[in-house]
C-alpha cells in the first residue's frame, strides 16, 4: 500500500496536469473559432475574385500561372501539409503513410510544410526537397515561397488534413490543377455574366488570367493551409479533452486510494490499541 | 455644381479590401492609382475595366477630403460606377 504522502504528491501532480490540459484545450478551442471568424470574413473577398477568374480564363487548361512556359521538372510535386509540434494527435502520422504509400522518388519530389511531418518523413527515411515551418499566425499566411515551388514542377497535389467537426477530422489529397478548375468551373455556372466583352485590360488579358492563376493557387494554398490548422487545433482539442478525461479519472481514484490508505491506517492504530489494551489484561 | 438627381449620377461605389480587411467601402468621386501604363483616374461612367496595380498610392477623392491608401499591388475591377480593389493577391 502506497503511504498517504506519495498519494498527495501524486494528487498533485494529476491536478497540474488537469490545469495544464485545461489550458491547452482553451486555446484550441479559442484558435478554432478565430479561423472560421476570419474564413467567414474573407468569404466574400475571395469569392469575388473567384466570379472574375472565372470569366477572364482564356485558356480551359490552367497552366500554374507559367502561361506558355515548360515546367522546370518532368515530375509530379508532393506537398504534405503537417502540424509544426506535437500535441496534435495521430493524425500527421496518418497523413505521412498515406502520401508515402504512393511517393515514388522517380517520379515525385516532396516538398513538406510542418517540421512534425518533416520528422516523420525523416524517420520513414525519406528524402524531401524543401521544408517550410507552418505559419504561425492565422491570418496573412505568404504562400509565394510554396507557389514558386509548385511552378517549377508538371502537376502538384497537396496532402492535407481537414476539419469536419470539433471530434472528427480527416485527411484529404488535392490535385492543385483539377481544384482549381473545378472550383472556377462552378463559380461559372453559378454566377450571372459578370465580364463582357467589352472590357478593357490592362496591360492584357493574358497577363491579368495569368496572375490571377497565381492568385488562385495563392487562395487555394492558403484554404489547405487554414483546413488542415483548423484540423490540429481540434486533433490538439480532443487530444487534450483524452488527457483531461483520464486525468479526471485518476485524480478520482487516488482520493479514493487516499480514503482507504487512511481508513486503513486508522484501522491498524485501533487494532494495535485493542491488542495492547488485551495483553495489559482487565483493569482491576 | 450639379443639381441632386445629376450629383447622385457622378457617384463611384469604391471598396478597397485586402482579404481580411477592408480599407475603404464608401461612395466617391474618383479614385486614381497606377498600372504598367502609368498613372490613371477612374471617374463614374468609366468604361468597364480590370488591372494589374503597380505599387503606389491610391487617391480617392470624395465630397469632402482625399483619402491616401499606399498599396503594394492588386487588381481593380472597374464596372457600372462601382471600382473594387484586391490588395494583397
Known amino acids: ?284 | 455644381m450639379f443639381d441632386r438627381d445629376e450629383d447622385k449620377k457622378r457617384i463611384l461605389k469604391v471598396k478597397v479590401a485586402s482579404p481580411y480587411v477592408v480599407y475603404y467601402d464608401e461612395p466617391a468621386l474618383s479614385i486614381s492609382g497606377v498600372n504598367k501604363t502609368g498613372p490613371f483616374d477612374i471617374l463614374p461612367g468609366h468604361h468597364n475595366f480590370i488591372t494589374l496595380l503597380e505599387p503606389c498610392e491610391l487617391v480617392i477623392r470624395t465630397r469632402v477630403d482625399e483619402q491616401k491608401i499606399r498599396i503594394n499591388g492588386g487588381l481593380m475591377h472597374v464596372r457600372a460606377d462601382s471600382a473594387a480593389v484586391f490588395l494583397d493577391v
Do not use: C
Not at chain 1, 472528427?168 to 490535385?175: L, P, S, T
Not at chain 1, 487534450?240 to 482507504?260: G, I, P, Q, V, Y
Open chain 1, 1 to 284: 500500500m502506497k503511504r498517504l504522502t506519495d498519494i498527495v504528491s501524486e494528487q498533485q501532480s494529476m491536478q497540474s496536469v488537469l490545469g495544464l490540459t485545461d489550458v491547452f484545450e482553451g486555446l484550441a478551442s479559442m484558435r478554432i473559432s478565430q479561423i472560421k471568424n476570419q474564413v467567414l470574413s474573407s468569404q466574400v473577398f475571395f469569392e469575388e475574385l473567384w466570379e472574375i477568374y472565372s470569366q477572364v480564363r482564356v485558356s480551359p487548361n490552367f497552366t500554374y500561372g507559367r502561361g506558355v512556359s515548360k515546367p522546370e521538372f518532368d515530375k509530379e510535386l508532393y506537398i504534405a501539409i503537417t502540424a509544426e509540434g506535437g500535441f496534435s494527435g495521430d493524425i500527421d502520422q496518418k497523413l505521412i503513410d498515406w502520401m508515402l504509400s504512393s511517393f515514388d522518388p522517380s517520379k515525385q519530389d516532396l516538398i513538406i510544410v510542418g517540421h512534425h511531418g518533416a520528422l516523420q518523413v525523416s524517420q520513414a527515411n525519406v528524402a524531401f526537397k524543401r521544408y517550410f515551418k507552418m505559419p504561425l499566425h492565422d491570418n496573412n499566411i505568404n504562400v509565394l515561397p510554396l507557389v514558386n515551388q509548385v511552378k517549377r514542377y508538371k502537376s502538384t497535389t497537396v496532402f492535407y488534413q481537414t476539419y469536419i467537426t470539433l471530434m472528427v477530422q480527416d485527411i484529404k489529397k488535392i490535385e492543385l490543377k483539377n481544384a482549381i478548375e473545378e472550383a472556377s468551373t462552378s463559380h461559372q455556372k453559378s454566377i450571372k455574366q459578370l465580364i463582357s466583352d467589352d472590357y478593357i485590360f490592362e496591360p492584357s488579358v493574358e497577363s491579368v488570367a495569368s496572375h490571377l492563376e497565381n492568385t488562385m493557387m495563392q487562395i487555394t494554398l492558403t484554404q489547405t493551409i487554414l483546413d488542415s490548422k483548423l484540423a490540429q487545433y481540434a486533433s490538439r482539442f480532443r487530444a487534450m479533452r483524452r488527457a483531461n478525461d483520464k486525468a479526471t479519472d485518476l485524480s478520482a481514484e487516488l482520493k479514493r486510494e487516499f480514503s482507504r490508505t487512511k481508513r486503513f491506517i486508522a484501522d491498524e492504530r485501533i487494532k494495535e490499541v485493542i491488542n495492547g489494551l488485551s495483553k495489559a489484561g482487565p483493569v482491576t
